[in-house]
């Protein structure tokens, strides 16, 4: 059987993979998420399977890489990390009151560079309508720091989600429903 890496240091990925029961190891990948690509489900598509080659490439044979990317899109704007206070409060702002998407990129890479499937989850998203204290007490939090869009849904931010309508595991970084049957391509069950 196929050893799991991931190829991320994201730490809801770890808790992610670690509730599916799943053993594996970590090893990040080093590659700048910047790439330009108009459409977003190629986008995270492509990064994530560039995640994962990066960490594939240094792996003898037998372990299974998982990359993954999620960006958010409002409309056709693609929402990364925020670079500072001032852009989280301008991604919230934009976000405020509107659906959005969350679009996750999943890549599975035999080592060192073998067999690959790649794929993409999709969740809609609709944030309530925001105060812009509202936005301004979240961002002092640090939440939303180091996420795209600049939110979590995890945790405080939480609060800012009127629904949603796909898989709620993906809007966290992983939709385990789709990685499951990606697995299950390399012979690899949770259940």
Not at 32 to 37: G, Y
């Amino acid at each position: 059987m196929l050893e799991i890496i991931l190829a991320s240091s994201s730490p809801r990925r770890k808790e992610l993979l670690e509730q599916l029961g799943l053993s594996f190891k970590i090893i990040s990948s080093n590659v700048d998420e910047i790439a330009e690509e108009e459409n977003a489900h190629l986008l995270v598509e492509k990064l994530a399977e560039t995640k994962a080659r990066e960490v594939a490439w240094k792996c003898q044979p037998g372990y299974l890489i998982i990359g993954a990317d999620t960006i958010v899109c409002l409309e056709s704007e693609i929402l990364g990390k925020p670079k500072d206070e001032a852009e989280a409060f301008e991604m919230l702002k934009k976000l405020s009151g509107k659906t959005h998407k969350v679009i996750t990129g999943i890549a599975l890479i035999e080592a060192p560079c073998g067999r690959s499937i790649i794929s993409h989850e999709e969740t809609l998203v609709k944030f309530r309508d925001l105060e812009d204290e509202e936005i301004k007490a979240y961002i002092r939090s640090g939440e939303p720091m180091d996420k795209a869009g600049a939110y979590g849904i995890q945790k405080i931010g939480a609060i800012l989600v009127e629904r949603i309508d796909g898989c709620y595991f993906n809007i966290v970084g992983l939709p385990l429903t789709r990685l499951t049957k990606m697995l299950k391509e390399f012979n690899i069950s949770i259940l």
